[in-house]
C-alpha cells in the first residue's frame, strides 16, 4: 500500500516535525507494510518562518535570531532526511496536470495536522492541491484549518463530503466544516493532534542543554515571535514571579536561550520546565502532555480567527483550562497574566491533567479503528 501525507513538515518550528511523525507513527501502526511518503511542497510561509525585527530589538539582535534560526533549520532538514520519505516536490497551488496524475499513483491520501488547511485558494485564484478531489482515497487526519477565515465554496463543500474519513483537531475546524461547508457533524470525528501518538518520555533533552538547568530553580519556557509587541515586558513581569526564563530561540530578553536545538532536544525541555508561557499550539500540548501549567496568549491577527478563536484557545479549552488563555487583540494589560502566573498552583490541577491525557491516548485506538472500518 502506498500512502501520501500532505502536512507542514518544513520551517522551524519544532511542532511541525513532531506532528507529522505522528502521523507517519499513527499509518504505520495500522498498515505496517505501507510505504509512507510525505507531499514536498514550496513552503507558502517560508516568509513568516525567521521573524522579522522586534520594535525593541537591536539590529544584532535580529542578525544573531535569524542566524540561530538558520541553524536549527539546517538541523531539522538533518531528521526530515532521516525519518520521512518524500516525493517530488509539487506546489500546491500551481499543480499540472502531470502532477494530479502522479498523486492518483497512491492508494490513500491523508490531510494531516496543524493549517495545512488554512489557505484553500492562492494567488491565482486556483483551488489548493490538498482540497482537490482527486480519484483516490482521502481522509483528514487531526486537520485543522485554524484560524479559517477563508470564505467557502461549493467546490470546497464538495471535497470534504468526499473524504473517506474526517478527523478534525478543533472545535474550530469542526465548526467550519459543519457550519460554513455544510458537512454533517455526525462523520466528522474530534481528533486530538498526531503527536499524541507519541511517548513523549522517550525524548531526552541532550547534557549539553540538561546542565543548563540547575536545582532548586523555577523555570519558564517562554517561546513568542521577535514582533511580539510585548516580549520583554512578560519576560521581565515572569522574572519577578520568580521564574528564570527560558527560550527555544534566540530571545534578548530571556535568561535562558536553548537556540541551537533540534526538534527532539525540544521536546525533551518539558520535564525540566515548572511553567510555559507561549504563543505556539506544540508548546502548549507537549507542556499539557508533560503535566505542565501552560498559559497560552494569541496577538498575531493571523492566527485566531475573527472572533478570536484559535488553536491555543481551543486545546487549552481541552483540559478545562480556557482561563489560561489571553488575547492581547482584546487587551494587552498584563496584570490578568501575572495574576495568572502567581495563582498558577491553584487552577492547574496534574492529576486532571493526567486524567484528560489518558483519554487522548484511548481515543486514539478508537479512531485508528474507525479509519480502518471507513477504508
Not at 121 to 129: D, P, R, S, V, W
Not at 132 to 137: A, I
Not at 163 to 177: E, H, M, V
Not at 316 to 345: T, V
Amino acid at each position: 500500500m502506498n500512502i501520501l501525507i500532505i502536512t507542514f513538515t518544513s520551517g522551524v518550528n519544532p511542532g511541525t516535525i513532531m506532528q507529522a511523525l505522528g502521523v507517519q507513527t499513527a499509518m504505520s501502526q495500522m498498515f505496517p507494510d505501507a510505504n509512507i511518503e510525505f507531499l514536498a511542497f514550496p513552503d507558502f510561509k517560508q516568509a513568516k518562518r525567521f521573524g522579522v525585527r522586534g520594535r525593541k530589538d537591536a539590529l544584532w539582535h535580529t542578525v544573531l535570531q535569524k542566524g540561530f534560526a538558520a541553524f536549527r533549520l539546517s538541523k531539522y532538514k538533518k531528521l526530515r532526511s532521516k525519518y520521512f520519505s518524500y516525493t517530488k516536490t509539487i506546489d500546491l497551488f500551481n499543480y499540472t496536470e502531470e502532477d494530479t496524475e502522479y498523486i492518483k499513483q497512491f492508494d490513500l491520501v491523508v490531510i494531516g495536522s496543524d493549517t495545512i488547511l488554512e489557505r484553500a485558494i492562492g494567488e491565482n485564484g486556483k483551488i489548493g492541491l490538498n482540497w482537490m478531489p482527486l480519484d483516490v482515497p482521502k481522509i483528514y487526519f487531526a486537520a485543522s484549518a485554524s484560524p479559517a477565515n477563508f470564505r467557502p465554496t461549493s467546490e470546497l463543500s464538495e471535497v470534504a463530503a468526499r473524504a473517506k474519513y474526517i478527523g478534525l483537531r478543533d472545535q474550530l475546524t469542526i465548526d467550519y466544516f459543519t457550519r460554513d461547508l455544510g458537512i454533517n457533524g455526525n462523520i466528522i470525528t474530534r481528533q486530538p493532534d498526531p503527536s499524541y501518538f507519541l511517548d513523549v518520555a522517550k525524548f531526552n533533552l541532550s547534557n549539553k542543554y540538561a546542565s543548563r538547568f540547575k536545582s532548586g530553580g523555577k523555570y519558564a519556557l517562554y517561546d513568542f515571535n521577535s514582533n511580539f509587541p510585548l516580549r520583554k515586558e512578560l519576560a521581565d513581569a515572569i522574572r519577578h514571579c520568580g521564574y528564570i526564563v527560558v527560550a527555544t530561540a534566540y530571545n534578548p530578553y530571556a535568561d535562558i536561550c536553548l537556540d541551537t536545538i533540534d526538534a527532539f532536544d525540544w521536546a525533551g525541555i518539558f520535564p525540566y520546565v515548572d511553567l510555559v508561557v507561549t504563543e505556539r499550539f506544540h508548546d502548549s500540548v507537549f507542556g499539557l502532555r508533560n503535566q505542565k501549567p501552560v498559559i497560552a496568549i494569541d496577538w498575531d491577527a493571523n492566527r485566531f480567527s475573527e472572533n478570536g478563536d484559535s488553536k491555543t484557545y481551543r486545546i487549552l479549552q481541552d483540559y478545562g483550562l480556557e482561563r489560561l488563555h489571553f488575547n492581547f487583540a482584546f487587551n494587552r494589560n498584563l496584570d490578568k497574566i501575572i495574576k495568572a502566573i502567581q495563582n498558577i498552583d491553584i487552577v492547574f490541577e496534574k492529576d486532571k491533567i493526567d486524567a484528560i491525557n489518558q483519554q487522548f491516548y484511548s481515543k486514539n485506538e478508537e479512531i485508528l479503528r474507525g479509519i480502518m472500518d471507513s477504508l
